[in-house]
């Protein structure tokens, strides 16, 4: 059974940083590209980052570029989000998902998802 499991989340203020984290078990876990969305309240869920298998790629969304960098452990079976400068419009709850394509949007084709875990970003 393939699970993803988010940790990492919590209350921090404008400017501040959180690194969130993605377990990942019951798959092979080097196959798949991996990603981080989000979904703001009364809002789409939106991409935010994309990892590829090795880690030799990444790709983000224009709204977090230059303050959140994604990253990946195949030993570890873990991909990381790190966030910095947050600003309130971060403010959601962030997914991973492992897929065995690189995704660059968000798509329904997307394998398998995690629960999420709750960014809020206080002003």
């Known amino acids: 059974q393939v699970q993803l499991v988010e940790s990492g989340g919590g209350l921090v203020q404008t400017g501040g940083s959180l690194r969130l984290s993605c377990a990942a078990s019951?798959?092979?876990?080097?196959?798949?590209?991996m990603h981080w969305f989000r979904q703001a309240p009364g809002k789409e869920r939106e991409f935010v980052a994309a990892i590829s298998k090795r880690g030799g790629v990444t790709y983000y969304a224009d709204s977090v570029k230059g303050r959140f960098t994604i990253s990946r452990d195949n030993v570890k079976n873990t991909v990381d989000l790190q966030m910095v400068s947050l600003k309130p419009e971060d403010t959601a709850v962030y997914y991973c998902a492992a897929d065995l394509i690189f995704r660059t949007a968000l798509s329904d084709g997307l394998d398998y998802w995690g629960k999420g875990t709750l960014v809020t970003v206080s002003s």
């Open positions: 019951g798959l092979t876990f080097s196959t798949y590209a």
